[in-house]
């Protein structure tokens, strides 16, 4: 059987996607397979995306594995942070006055700079290489979730992205999204789940390496054992397990079991975190969660509102749960899928819980006359709890206090149910805990709590920065366990309803009331 690896590095998120089901063993920093040089045992290579440049997790055994299989002719598919790896170099200073930039391994001729994009995309193939063998002119769908995706060199392109949105602007366009090496065994794109929605790419590297049927078969059977291993293990490098291993995804999909071994339509719980504003530590608590909930067992899914996916990574890198066409929740038009079709395609999902994070504040773009365009809409309009968050590190507990009492007293006037509230990055222990008795008594809520300021590096503490996941996460779960009940959280989650969204009249009038 041929054997396919796969990258599993701090930083690398190995199950963002499911990569065609094609990988059959994993490449960690030692450059090992079963003790024996990698190279030697591989038959191709894939390097996921995450957060593999800024973490610096590309070892010389690794780096010489790469560089080999690239001489034998063997494949490598670098995606997103995957193909970094394998260009010249990297500017992650998306933030900085100046580059911040951090060197690939110069196999193609690339360089990397700062653009965001989050759109789910089109994109036209425009050469051969082992991944695109017989398919010019055609074209394959994906999806981007990239800060650093402004692609400039002399490589070979293979693949030009249809786009909608870049740096939070509409500007619709094609952008460079693939290239490949002179001898196109080795090929860079950003496009991801572009193997598990296009199954000619599939097709094309299992040709590459003249597998047949039969083997074919082996390989996606070794993929399900490979998938029991890598989501037994919570994030990567930190030795923490699940107290139990979560199922590897099958033919079937997953969905939710009866007695008489029949799918249900069961719907799994949902709980919304939503804030009084942007920078409150609404990634960073969800994260966090979701973590602590993974190790004592539950299976978490994350939505976002809105477009900007990378939100999520976080939480995917420690659960190990691919992006899915549902994860972005659509509003003004912005984002994948509308929330109606969302519930829907999550009947029968064997989820314990869906953890939505809302964006900037609960009541951004209330007032847009597209609707829904705030987090407070889609709550309202699919019946779904919210816990509130507001960060002390701007206007000190005190502003924090008073924004989380009129957000939840408006919340309640738009018929919205708040479960709970947290003031996060909390400084001072005494004037917390005189705020939080205030917002008991104003609100009326039981959970009312605080946690502290979370030390992380100045920069990288964002998705936005530099974000080093091993970092970021470690810090996101060691901090909602120490100071969060999460058992209680789970408890405040309820099964959707949709019931349709609110008129802009009708925000209007109660909004101003």
């Excluded at 089901?21 to 990698?38: E, F, R, S, V, Y």
């Excluded at 995917?316 to 899915?324: D, G, I, R, T, V």
């Excluded at 779960?477 to 120490?482: I, L, N, Q, R, S």
Aim: glycine letters at 10%; proline letters at 4%; one cysteine or more.
């Amino acid at each position: 059987m041929k054997k396919i690896g796969i990258l599993y590095v701090k930083g690398a998120l190995p199950n963002f996607e499911n990569f065609g089901k094609l990988p059959t063993h994993i490449l960690t920093d030692n450059g090992l397979i079963n003790g024996k040089k990698a190279h030697h045992i591989l038959d191709g290579l894939i390097i996921p995306g995450g957060s593999i440049m800024e973490s610096e997790s590309i070892t010389p055994e690794v780096a010489s594995v790469i560089r080999k299989m690239d001489s034998q002719g063997k494949f490598i598919l670098g995606m997103c942070s995957g193909f970094q790896v394998l260009a010249r170099k990297t500017d992650i200073g998306r933030k900085s006055p100046c580059p911040v930039e951090r060197e690939g391994l110069g196999i193609l001729d690339v360089t990397f700079h700062p653009l965001i994009g989050t759109d789910r995309v089109q994109a036209e193939i425009t050469d051969e290489s082992f991944l695109t063998s017989g398919m010019v002119g055609e074209t394959i769908t994906g999806f981007h979730c990239h800060t650093y995706g402004d692609i400039r060199g002399d490589a070979h392109p293979v693949l030009f992205s249809q786009v909608k949105r870049t740096d939070y602007t509409d500007n619709p366009r094609k952008i460079l999204a693939g290239v490949r090496n002179d001898e196109g065994n080795v090929v860079g794109t950003m496009i991801h789940g572009s193997l598990d929605e296009n199954p000619s790419l599939t097709g094309n590297i299992l040709q590459y390496m003249d597998v047949d049927e039969n083997e074919a078969h082996q390989i996606h059977q070794a993929n399900q054992e490979l998938l029991k291993k890598i989501k037994g293990e919570i994030g990567i490098g930190y030795d923490i397990h699940a107290d139990y291993r979560l199922p590897s995804d099958t033919e079937g999909g997953y969905g939710k079991i009866s007695p008489n071994n029949q799918k249900t339509d069961e719907l799994p719980p949902f709980l919304m975190i939503a804030s009084t504003g942007s920078d409150s530590g609404k990634t960073f608590l969800t994260t966090g969660m979701v973590g602590a909930l993974r190790r004592k067992g539950y299976r978490v899914g994350v939505l976002k509102v809105g477009p900007d996916t990378r939100d999520l990574v976080p939480s995917l890198y420690l659960n190990k749960e691919p992006m899915a066409s549902f994860s972005s929740i659509k509003i003004g038009g912005l984002g994948w899928k509308n929330l109606e079709e969302i519930i829907n395609a999550l009947k029968g999902q064997p989820y314990d819980l869906i953890l939505i994070e809302g964006v900037m504040s609960v009541f951004t773009g209330l007032l847009n006359e597209k609707t829904p365009f705030s987090a407070a809409e889609i709550a309202k309009a699919g019946k779904i709890p919210t816990i509130m968050v507001s960060g002390c590190n701007k206007g000190g507990i005190e502003t924090a206090a008073l924004d989380l009492v009129s957000h939840i007293q408006m919340l309640h006037k738009l018929g919205i149910k708040t479960t709970g509230a947290i003031l996060n990055k909390v400084y001072h222990d005494k004037i917390a805990e005189n705020a939080s008795n205030y917002i008991k008594k104003t609100t009326g809520l039981d959970w009312v709590t605080n946690v502290p300021k979370a030390q992380l590096a100045a920069r990288g503490g964002t998705p936005e920065v530099e974000l080093k996941l091993e970092d970021f996460c470690l810090k996101a779960m060691e901090t909602v366990e120490k100071h969060l009940d999460v058992d209680k959280i789970l408890k405040m989650a309820q099964k959707p309803q949709f019931t349709g969204y609110f008129s802009y009249d009708d925000i209007l009038g109660i909004y101003l009331s």
